[in-house]
C-alpha cells in the first residue's frame, strides 16, 4: 500500500487540446514525488550518486484537469544492490486530511499515509504506475551500491 504522499497541483499548461492534462505530464508528478522523498527523508546526496530512471509504466484511469490537485502516493516495492522500484498512484484531493496552517510544509516534504484523512485503499487512483532507478557514481556513470541513508530512507516506505 502507498505509505508516501505529495499534492501536485495541475497547471494550466498540463491540459492538452483535448481539455485534460496530457500524459507525459504524469510522468513529471511521479518523478516529482519520488525525488522529492530522495532529497527530504533519504537526505541523498546528487553530488556523489545519482539516479537514472530505466523503467516507467503508467495506467491512465481517470483524466484529470486544470486545476484538479491529485494527491502523488508512492511506496518502495524492491530494493536492489543499486536499484530501486517503486509503485506509484494518484489520487483525488480527497483522501487529505483539513491540512490549513500546514501547507507550505506539506507540499515542500509530504506527507505519510497516517496523516490522510481516509486510507489509499478505499479510493479509485486516478492513475497507477511503477518506475525502476538505477544509481550510479556521477563520475562513472556506472552502478555503484546504495549508501545507507539512501536504503535506510527507502526502507520506511517499502511495502
Known amino acids: 500500500s502507498y505509505k508516501f504522499f505529495l499534492p501536485n ?6 491540459n492538452d487540446q483535448f481539455g485534460h492534462v496530457n ?3 504524469y510522468y513529471s508528478y511521479f518523478d516529482s514525488v519520488i525525488n522529492r522523498y530522495l ?8 553530488d556523489v550518486i545519482r539516479g537514472f530512471m530505466v523503467q516507467t509504466q503508467c495506467e491512465y484511469r481517470r483524466p484529470l484537469q486544470y486545476p484538479d490537485v ?16 517503486y509503485n506509484v498512484g ?5 483522501v487529505l ?10 507540499m515542500s516534504e509530504g506527507l505519510f499515509a497516517s496523516e ?8 479509485t487512483a486516478l492513475a ?24 535506510t530512507g527507502l526502507q520506511k516506505i517499502l511495502s
Open 9 to 14: 497541483p495541475t497547471r494550466w499548461m498540463d
Open 23 to 25: 500524459n507525459t505530464v
Open 39 to 46: 532529497i527530504h527523508h533519504c537526505h541523498i546526496n546528487y
Open 70 to 85: 491529485p494527491v502523488v502516493g508512492m511506496f518502495v516495492r524492491k530494493i536492489g544492490r543499486s536499484s530501486v522500484t
Open 90 to 94: 494518484l489520487f483525488p484531493s480527497s
Open 97 to 106: 486530511k483539513d491540512v490549513s496552517g500546514e501547507v507550505m510544509k506539506i
Open 116 to 123: 490522510l484523512t481516509e486510507g489509499t485503499e478505499d479510493v
Open 128 to 151: 497507477v504506475g511503477s518506475c525502476v532507478h538505477v544509481f550510479v557514481d556521477t563520475q562513472t556513470n556506472k552502478p555503484t551500491p546504495l549508501p545507507d541513508n539512501l536504503k
